[in-house]
Nanobody, 123 residues
Framework: QVQLVESGGGLAQAGGSLTLSCAASGGTFSSYGVGWFRQVPGKEREFLASISRSGGSTNYADSVKGRFTISRDNAKNTVYLQMNSLRPEDTAVYYC????????????????WGQGTQVTVSS
């Protein structure tokens, strides 16, 4: 079973950048597909991006396509979310999730979740 810990959240100005990290332990990281999600209180969790086990394939939500980039370093058991051109509406708690199941990159089902990291974007 894999454990996930997000880091890198914080306060950013509109137009700025942040890079989130998702560090995994307790499993063979390269056996897991990984996704990033975010949630604002009172709203549904929103899918942002996903990456295949090898890192060779990625998928993005339209809301972040061209601004956010997901990547992974299996040697470091870490997945990243580079966020550029941040907007106040990007303010949310950001979660990474992992799955061993072989679903398509657009499938929202994940088995393991981190605790989340807060991102706040000021205007």
């Amino acid at each position: 079973q894999v454990q996930l810990v997000e880091s890198g959240g914080g306060l950013a100005q509109a137009g700025g950048s942040l890079t989130l990290s998702c560090a995994a332990s307790g499993g063979t990281f390269s056996s897991y597909g990984v996704g990033w999600f975010r949630q604002v209180p009172g709203k549904e969790r929103e899918f942002l991006a996903s990456i295949s086990r090898s890192g060779g394939s990625t998928n993005y939500a339209d809301s972040v396509k061209g601004r956010f980039t997901i990547s992974r370093d299996n040697a470091k058991n870490t997945v990243y979310l580079q966020m550029n051109s941040l907007r106040p509406e990007d303010t949310a708690v950001y979660y990474c999730a992992a799955r061993a199941s072989l679903y398509s990159l657009s499938d929202p089902r994940y088995e393991y979740w981190g605790q989340g990291t807060q991102v706040t974007v000021s205007s």
